[in-house]
């Protein structure tokens, strides 16, 4: 079955030490996202890319960074620069048309301490 | 300002009564499309129904209908005969513009239905 896959669904790390966060996915989406999400807060974009190779930055990218070497992957690295690391993190894609909907992975719940 | 306003952080509804999830947005531009998901307690994010900013009928899908309002900018989720599988956080969300552009999203609207 085509999906996004996030791995691992549960993650924990230590201040100071940075942490990628895989996303895979087999639906041959172009685009592909990264949302944060809090408490209270909805989904916040970090960064998305169109096309291999290249990405751009969300409205709260600052402390991560991506990668997009790959159609089928983006990883996101969330950096010791990022002041709050703890959330829960969703990889979305999405085909080319206007009116489709985002597709989204399970899901991966960072825990820094 | 937000682009996206859900301004009822929860909402209480019986089982098998209707209930309405409310968002109002806010853009300049002329195309836009709206969308709603759902997200159960496991954290996944469902997809329920879109609605673009030229289509002069309200979308439907099954129990779902969306009220959308243009002039008021208003895109309510109306859920009919709620089931106990419809407790979970809903998000509205627009995307402006074509092609890839982004999504935004609202801060979510928990819904619990009691038996």
């Known amino acids: 079955d085509g999906g996004i896959t996030q791995s691992p669904k549960y993650l924990f790390r230590k201040e100071g030490q940075n942490v990628t966060l895989s996303c895979e996915q087999n639906?041959?989406?172009?685009?592909m996202y990264w949302y944060r999400q809090d408490p209270g807060q909805g989904l916040r974009l970090i960064y998305y890319?169109?096309?291999?190779?290249?990405?751009q930055k969300g409205d709260i990218a600052e402390g991560y960074s991506v990668s997009r070497e790959k159609k089928e992957s983006f990883p996101l690295t969330v950096t010791s620069a990022q002041k709050n690391p703890t959330a829960f993190y969703l990889c979305?894609?999405?085909?080319?048309?206007?009116?489709?909907?985002?597709?989204f992975g399970n899901g991966t719940r960072l825990t820094v301490t | 300002a937000q682009k996206i306003t859900q301004t009822q952080p929860g909402m209480f509804v019986q089982e098998k009564e209707a209930v309405t999830l409310d968002c109002t947005y806010d853009?300049?531009?002329?195309?836009?499309?709206l969308f709603w998901y759902k997200q159960p307690s496991s954290g996944e994010m469902i997809f329920l129904i879109y609605q673009g900013s030229y289509d002069e009928q309200n979308a439907t899908e099954g129990r779902y209908s969306l009220n959308f309002q243009k002039a008021r900018k208003s895109a309510n989720l109306v859920i009919s005969a709620s089931q106990l599988g419809d407790s979970a956080m809903y998000f509205c969300?627009?995307?402006?513009?074509?092609?890839?552009?982004?999504?935004?999203f609202g801060k979510g609207t928990m819904l619990l239905v009691s038996p």
């Open positions: 969300a627009m995307r402006e513009g074509h092609g890839y552009s982004t999504l935004t």
């Open positions: 890319s169109q096309i291999v190779n290249d990405f």
């Open positions: 639906l041959n989406h172009d685009a």
């Open positions: 979305a894609s999405v085909d080319s048309y206007r009116d489709s909907p985002l597709h």
């Open positions: 853009t300049s531009d002329q195309s836009y499309g």
